[in-house]
């Protein structure tokens, strides 16, 4: 094992401003294997990614957001694949996180998606990309007249809050409050060097979610709130509030923060190249293209845990049942079995939009709609309104030592800061 294959991916610093070396090397190696510090079985491999993701029988998805820790609460190793499945059912419930849909097993899961959906059905989203047509100027205009600044705290942030507060109906009043609670800078959930988490710690999302959901059911308006409010699971019956209000929660952090790590990292790609950039002015239609292959190349989830149920064998290898694994998104999307020359950028890439940064199976991520929109609306918007796009050198540094800070988490992809200089088409705002 190499020296690069050493490093613990879970608590090592020097791999968050660039883990694609080792995510190759562990490939290399074999597109499955055990990393030697949390026993994680890591999944680099396409093909193999799309077989873990695509079989919820046999891997569940209780610890895919906590994945090594804080550890199963009681052993699973050497244990039968009855007693593991059975332990992981009965168990469950005391892994941090274990409210959230994205945690879910069939059929658990099926019922909360499907309220899930309906929650961010055609029709809304529909009116949803209309409105952030509407309002991406609006925060544009400060961002432009101030000739850039950070693109996260100055526009990706605020522009992404806007469009899920939008989304989810939340009142106007109540979202320069929201705004306050939400800060990019942090890594959150998957922090590197740190195992500490809390049940849940969403408990202001939960709160207002709540004095939301209770009152659309006593007094119903004309509004996305009421219809949340009367969502039913598929055999007709109705959620619990907390139901309703944990879907929501999930998907307004979830969904903007990986959103925001998206923009950024297109951004900064543009920024560096003015080619580029003039190309998707001349030819917007390109755009579309442009934001599959940044999902691709920086996927803004490194990987997804899942705990197998069963003994099985994924790529030729054994996956003990009670195994913890990971599979790495970013690397997956780096496979050169799927995709030629995968560390280049290619904004033309015909395939680019076979990557897995929203995961596969019964876990696709439900919001990929509006992040692809957001992201499309936000860069158009973006070019159309500049003649130029640069990196602030006097926060990142010249062209050939440029210096940025990465969001210390095992589990997201991106910028804590972006700072940009930006020239209007008209020399202004």
């Given at each position: 094992m190499s020296e690069l294959e050493q490093l613990d991916f879970f608590t090592d610093q020097t791999l968050v401003a660039d883990p694609y070396p080792y995510m190759e090397a562990m490939r290399s190696g074999c597109p499955v294997r055990r990393e030697p510090h949390k026993n994680v079985m890591m999944v680099t491999g396409y093909e193999e990614a799309l077989a873990v993701f695509g079989d919820s029988e046999n891997f569940s998805s209780c610890s895919a957001v906590t994945g090594p820790f804080p550890g199963f609460p009681v052993p699973l190793e050497g244990r039968s694949d009855d007693e593991v499945s059975e332990l992981i059912d009965k168990h469950r419930s005391e892994l941090p996180f274990s409210d959230q849909v994205?945690?879910?097993?069939?059929?658990?899961?099926?019922?909360?998606?499907?309220?899930?959906?309906?929650?961010?059905?055609?029709?809304?989203?529909?009116?949803?990309?209309?409105?952030?047509?509407?309002?991406?100027?609006?925060?544009?205009?400060?961002?432009?007249?101030?000739?850039?600044?950070?693109?996260?705290?100055?526009?990706?942030?605020?522009?992404?809050?806007?469009?899920?507060?939008?989304?989810?109906?939340?009142?106007?009043?109540?979202?320069?409050?929201?705004?306050?609670?939400?800060?990019?800078?942090?890594?959150?959930?998957?922090?590197?060097?740190?195992?500490?988490?809390?049940?849940?710690?969403?408990?202001?999302?939960?709160?207002?979610?709540?004095?939301?959901?209770?009152?659309?059911?006593?007094?119903?308006?004309?509004?996305?709130?009421?219809?949340?409010?009367?969502?039913?699971?598929?055999?007709?019956?109705?959620?619990e509030v907390m139901d309703v209000v944990r879907i929501a929660a999930n998907l307004y952090t979830a969904g903007q923060e990986t959103t925001v790590r998206l923009l950024s990292g297109a951004l900064l790609m543009l920024a560096e190249r003015p080619d580029l950039q003039q190309l998707l002015r001349s030819e917007p239609d390109r755009v579309s293209n442009f934001v599959e292959e940044m999902l691709r190349l920086e996927s803004p989830v490194k990987g997804d845990f899942r705990l197998a149920r069963r003994s099985i064998t994924i790529g030729g290898v054994d996956i003990p049942a009670g195994t913890t694994v990971m599979v790495m998104n970013g690397a997956a999307n780096r496979d050169p079995r799927q995709f030629e020359d995968p560390d280049t950028f290619d904004v033309a890439r015909s395939n680019a939009r076979r990557h897995i940064a929203f995961g596969r199976g019964v876990h696709t991520c439900p919001g990929a709609p509006l992040a692809r929109a957001e992201a499309r609306v936000s860069i158009e918007r973006l070019l159309a309104r500049t003649s130029e796009i640069t990196i602030s050198e006097e926060h990142h540094g010249p062209a050939d030592a440029r210096r940025f800070s990465y969001v210390p988490t095992f589990i997201l992809r991106g910028l804590t800061e972006l700072n940009l200089d930006v020239i209007p088409v008209d020399g202004r705002a």
């Amino acid at each position: 094992m190499s020296e690069l294959e050493q490093l613990d991916f879970f608590t090592d610093q020097t791999l968050v401003a660039d883990p694609y070396p080792y995510m190759e090397a562990m490939r290399s190696g074999c597109p499955v294997r055990r990393e030697p510090h949390k026993n994680v079985m890591m999944v680099t491999g396409y093909e193999e990614a799309l077989a873990v993701f695509g079989d919820s029988e046999n891997f569940s998805s209780c610890s895919a957001v906590t994945g090594p820790f804080p550890g199963f609460p009681v052993p699973l190793e050497g244990r039968s694949d009855d007693e593991v499945s059975e332990l992981i059912d009965k168990h469950r419930s005391e892994l941090p996180f274990s409210d959230q849909v994205t945690v879910m097993d069939p059929p658990t899961h099926t019922a909360h998606r499907a309220l899930l959906m309906g929650l961010i059905t055609p029709k809304r989203l529909k009116l949803n990309e209309e409105f952030m047509w509407n309002h991406a100027d609006r925060y544009l205009d400060p961002y432009l007249a101030a000739g850039g600044g950070d693109y996260i705290r100055g526009f990706a942030a605020p522009f992404t809050l806007a469009v899920i507060a939008d989304l989810l109906g939340v009142p106007e009043e109540d979202r320069a409050e929201f705004a306050t609670r939400m800060d990019h800078r942090q890594g959150g959930v998957g922090a590197t060097g740190s195992a500490s988490m809390t049940h849940s710690p969403l408990e202001y999302l939960y709160a207002k979610f709540s004095g939301y959901i209770e009152d659309r059911r006593r007094e119903p308006r004309a509004d996305a709130l009421t219809e949340m409010a009367a969502a039913t699971f598929p055999d007709g019956s109705t959620p619990e509030v907390m139901d309703v209000v944990r879907i929501a929660a999930n998907l307004y952090t979830a969904g903007q923060e990986t959103t925001v790590r998206l923009l950024s990292g297109a951004l900064l790609m543009l920024a560096e190249r003015p080619d580029l950039q003039q190309l998707l002015r001349s030819e917007p239609d390109r755009v579309s293209n442009f934001v599959e292959e940044m999902l691709r190349l920086e996927s803004p989830v490194k990987g997804d845990f899942r705990l197998a149920r069963r003994s099985i064998t994924i790529g030729g290898v054994d996956i003990p049942a009670g195994t913890t694994v990971m599979v790495m998104n970013g690397a997956a999307n780096r496979d050169p079995r799927q995709f030629e020359d995968p560390d280049t950028f290619d904004v033309a890439r015909s395939n680019a939009r076979r990557h897995i940064a929203f995961g596969r199976g019964v876990h696709t991520c439900p919001g990929a709609p509006l992040a692809r929109a957001e992201a499309r609306v936000s860069i158009e918007r973006l070019l159309a309104r500049t003649s130029e796009i640069t990196i602030s050198e006097e926060h990142h540094g010249p062209a050939d030592a440029r210096r940025f800070s990465y969001v210390p988490t095992f589990i997201l992809r991106g910028l804590t800061e972006l700072n940009l200089d930006v020239i209007p088409v008209d020399g202004r705002a």
